[in-house]
């Protein structure tokens, strides 16, 4: 049988691919390859949501603010509710992270977006939070929880209304050159297109080998988070997300309980993610720590992978030595809050060959997030 073909076949159907998709879908043929049957079944799906202007690497950070736009006016029919609820973010620090608190300040964009309180203020905000342990903290005002599902499932909507097609439930397991196309094999059929889009989170490093491209040092992390009842006597919905400046441990309200993690960043391989035991129990006791809570109870955990390469910065950008084949990965802890811009980049790319010019006010620099960085020094 003859393979299928398009303009462009997109590997992974999480937020990176999705996104992608639908600001390709207007203007080519394409194809969006999923091997769960539940998109967004992996990393997209076991975020903490949050949007914040300030967290993350300089390009991570531009991106950020470059998709807030996207979040806050998306297209006409994409969302039924909003997709950015407002949540400040309290950057806290103990006496020891007074230093870190001052670097962090001391960054210009950083300095934009937050203000200075002591730790009386933090408590008036969270007032779990054990006063004596703080120096004070930073407020992000204009941070919010992202409506993770609604934004996910708006993108794959968007792409079958454009006329895309979306392959679930098949895992790609060959890529090879033929013709001048790129040939993908999957259980359910074999494709071809002259580009191949990498959105394979976890696993891109194996789908660029099995294009026979050159590994960009993909290193999957994983992060745990549980979900705790808050203490009768308090009613945490407008409480801030509480971060370690430190990235020790964070919480935020969610849906009537408190998810809470201790930013683990375990190395592993790719897989289905599990919580294990002992980073449940250091998750209730960085909480018991720095709050008056005392957990008696863990009400649900899991875990995910936050995937980075060298720099902590996506890779978004064609292969210089594998022609057509493009990498959109290392989205990190940063891929829901960065998704409108990255997907608007990488489109850009592959349309014209040239990124959004407009994304660039933002300080979204090419030569930051294009694969050869990775491969400079080799
Ligand atoms: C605990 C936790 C908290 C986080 N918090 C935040 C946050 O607050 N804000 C934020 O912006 N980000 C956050 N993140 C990060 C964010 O979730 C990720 O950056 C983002 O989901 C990455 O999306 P992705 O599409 O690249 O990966 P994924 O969602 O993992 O999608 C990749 C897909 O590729 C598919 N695939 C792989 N190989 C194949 C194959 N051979 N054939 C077919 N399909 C394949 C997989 O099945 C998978 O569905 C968090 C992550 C974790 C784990």
Same mark, same amino acid.
């Given at each position: 049988?003859?393979? %299928?073909?398009?303009?462009?076949?997109?590997?992974?159907?999480?937020?990176?691919?999705?996104?992608?998709?639908?600001?390709?879908?207007?203007?080519?043929?394409?194809?969006?390859?999923?091997?769960?049957?539940?998109?967004?079944?992996?990393?997209?799906?076991?975020?903490?949501?949050?949007? $914040?202007?300030?967290?993350?690497?300089?390009?991570?950070?531009?991106?950020?603010?470059?998709?807030?736009?996207?979040?806050?006016? #998306?297209?006409?029919?994409?969302?039924?509710?909003?997709?950015?609820?407002?949540?400040?973010?309290?950057? =806290?620090?103990?006496?020891?992270?007074?230093?870190?608190?001052?670097? +962090?300040?001391?960054?210009?964009? *950083?300095?934009?977006? %937050?203000?200075?309180? $002591?730790?009386? &203020?933090?408590?008036?905000?969270?007032?779990?939070?054990?006063?004596?342990?703080?120096?004070?903290?930073?407020?992000?005002?204009?941070?919010?929880?992202?409506? !993770?599902?609604?934004?996910?499932?708006?993108?794959?909507?968007?792409?079958?209304?454009?006329?895309?097609?979306?392959?679930?439930?098949?895992? =790609?397991?060959?890529?090879?050159?033929? $013709?001048?196309?790129?040939?993908? %094999?999957?259980?359910?059929?074999?494709? $071809?297109? /002259?580009? !191949?889009?990498?959105?394979?989170?976890?696993?891109?490093? &194996?789908?660029?080998?099995?294009?026979?491209?050159?590994?960009?040092?993909?290193?999957?992390?994983?992060?745990?988070?549980?979900?705790?009842? #808050?203490? /009768?006597?308090?009613? #945490?919905?407008?409480?801030?997300? =509480?971060?370690?400046?430190?990235?020790?441990?964070? @919480?935020? #309200?969610?849906?009537?309980?408190?998810?809470?993690?201790?930013?683990?960043?375990?190395?592993?391989?790719?897989?289905?993610?599990?919580?294990?035991?002992?980073?449940?129990?250091?998750?209730?006791?960085?909480?018991?720590?720095?709050?008056?809570?005392? *957990?008696?109870?863990?009400?649900?955990?899991?875990?995910?992978?936050?995937?980075?390469?060298?720099?902590?910065?996506? =890779?978004?950008?064609?292969?210089?030595?594998?022609?057509? @084949?493009?990498?959109?990965?290392?989205?990190?802890?940063?891929?829901?809050?960065?998704?409108?811009?990255?997907?608007? @980049?990488?489109?850009? +790319?592959? +349309?014209?060959?040239?990124?959004?010019?407009? +994304?660039?006010?933002?300080? !979204?620099?090419?030569?930051?997030?294009?694969?050869?960085?990775?491969?400079?020094?080799?």
């Amino acid at each position: 049988m003859a393979d %299928t073909s398009y303009d462009i076949i997109i590997i992974g159907a999480g937020m990176a691919g999705a996104s992608l998709g639908a600001e390709l879908a207007a203007h080519r043929n394409i194809l969006l390859i999923e091997r769960e049957e539940q998109p967004g079944y992996h990393s997209t799906g076991r975020s903490a949501a949050l949007f $914040s202007e300030i967290y993350g690497s300089k390009a991570v950070r531009a991106l950020s603010r470059a998709s807030k736009a996207f979040f806050e006016n #998306p297209p006409e029919g994409f969302a039924e509710a909003p997709l950015l609820n407002p949540r400040g973010t309290m950057f =806290v620090a103990t006496p020891l992270q007074a230093e870190a608190l001052d670097g +962090l300040k001391a960054q210009p964009d *950083v300095a934009a977006h %937050t203000r200075w309180i $002591s730790a009386k &203020e933090a408590v008036s905000y969270c007032p779990v939070l054990k006063e004596d342990a703080l120096i004070g903290a930073l407020y992000e005002d204009g941070s919010a929880d992202i409506d !993770v599902h609604g934004l996910h499932q708006g993108y794959l909507k968007d792409i079958r209304r454009k006329g895309g097609d979306i392959q679930t439930g098949t895992t =790609v397991s060959e890529i090879k050159k033929q $013709s001048g196309n790129w040939r993908v %094999t999957t259980g359910a059929g074999c494709y $071809s297109a /002259p580009v !191949v889009v990498n959105a394979a989170g976890a696993w891109a490093d &194996e789908i660029g080998t099995l294009a026979g491209a050159r590994s960009i040092g993909l290193k999957p992390k994983r992060r745990t988070a549980i979900l705790v009842a #808050p203490p /009768p006597e308090h009613n #945490p919905a407008n409480w801030p997300m =509480v971060m370690d400046i430190g990235e020790e441990f964070y @919480f935020k #309200p969610d849906a009537g309980h408190l998810l809470v993690s201790p930013c683990d960043e375990t190395e592993t391989s790719a897989c289905d993610a599990q919580a294990e035991e002992l980073d449940v129990a250091i998750a209730a006791d960085r909480l018991m720590t720095a709050t008056s809570i005392n *957990v008696r109870r863990i009400e649900h955990r899991w875990a995910g992978l936050r995937s980075f390469v060298a720099d902590r910065t996506p =890779v978004a950008g064609f292969d210089k030595d594998a022609e057509g @084949f493009f990498w959109l990965a290392g989205q990190g802890g940063y891929g829901i809050q960065t998704a409108p811009a990255l997907a608007r @980049f990488a489109a850009g +790319l592959i +349309l014209t060959g040239e990124p959004d010019p407009a +994304l660039k006010v933002f300080g !979204v620099i090419e030569n930051a997030l294009k694969p050869d960085r990775l491969w400079a020094n080799v």
